[in-house]
């Protein structure tokens, strides 16, 4: 199956090269797309660079800084009208192992329109994180699937491969969320449509080189909108119920 990878950058230089040539190690077949936010540092510009010597390496440029979400769904796009069968999404500060690429890419190709490099399945680990940390993310996540009715144990992680025929049937532009938020309403898009989400287990470590984009306005964000959601879907069947 055609895989496209999508890495959004803002201010990454000091990662770009690393991870484009782990991705074409752990992965030599897949093509790689950097969505960059016109970062000031030239990272556009150094991974063209090292798109040139790798190959199959595309850049896409953005005006301004709009977000992951506007991120990937930009990638998704350019991805699906390029007649890619898979779409990957993976964070550009080595945080995701591409060696685990090929993993994700077979559980797709083995049926899963969703797969999922998850944290917190049998073999997934979280290495270095300390108690509180992790605790927010393995609660947020029970939380999230407490909520939405969603069977994922880590619906937040951003280390995860699309069958392009589902995000077909997902109205993209409808998707609002950014950062979790984001990751939480992709997956639950998937489940309301009946698809086959599988999660594969990871190791995440944090960046080493460069500043973390993650923000506690993020993680607000993203509780806010599985609360309005969870409620919203609720009344909606309420609502059907008592037309019947």
């Known amino acids: 199956?055609?895989?496209?990878?999508?890495?959004?950058?803002?201010?990454?230089?000091?990662?770009?090269?690393?991870?484009?040539?782990?991705?074409?190690?752990?992965?030599?077949a897949v093509d790689v797309l950097v969505v960059d936010d016109s970062s000031p540092d030239g990272t556009a510009d150094i991974a063209r660079r090292a798109g040139g010597e790798l190959g199959q390496v595309d850049v896409?440029?953005?005006p301004v800084k709009a977000g992951l979400g506007q991120a990937y769904r930009a990638g998704f796009r350019l991805g699906m009208d390029r007649g890619y069968e898979v779409l990957v999404e993976m964070d550009s500060d080595l945080s995701h192992d591409p060696g685990a690429l090929p993993e994700l890419l077979n559980a797709v190709e083995s049926g899963a329109d969703l797969a999922i490099g998850s944290r917190y399945v049998p073999g997934g680990t979280i290495p270095h994180w300390p108690w509180h940390r992790r605790a927010l993310s393995r609660y947020g996540n029970r939380y999230a699937g407490g909520v939405l009715g969603l069977m994922v144990r880590d619906s937040t992680s951003g280390y995860r491969a699309y069958r392009a025929d589902m995000l077909a049937k997902i109205d993209l532009e409808s998707v609002s969320a950014d950062g979790y938020g984001f990751q939480i309403e992709m997956a639950y898009r998937v489940a309301g449509l009946g698809g086959r989400i599988v999660e594969v287990p990871i190791s995440f470590v944090d960046r080493v080189r460069g500043t973390s984009k993650m923000s506690s306005r993020i993680v607000v964000e993203a509780l806010a909108l599985v609360t309005w959601w969870g409620v919203r879907d609720r009344l909606l069947r309420r609502d059907k119920r008592e037309d019947r």
């Open 60 to 62: 896409l440029v953005r």
């Open 1 to 28: 199956m055609r895989a496209l990878v999508v890495l959004p950058t803002y201010n990454e230089a000091d990662n770009i090269v690393e991870v484009l040539d782990r991705v074409r190690t752990g992965a030599p």
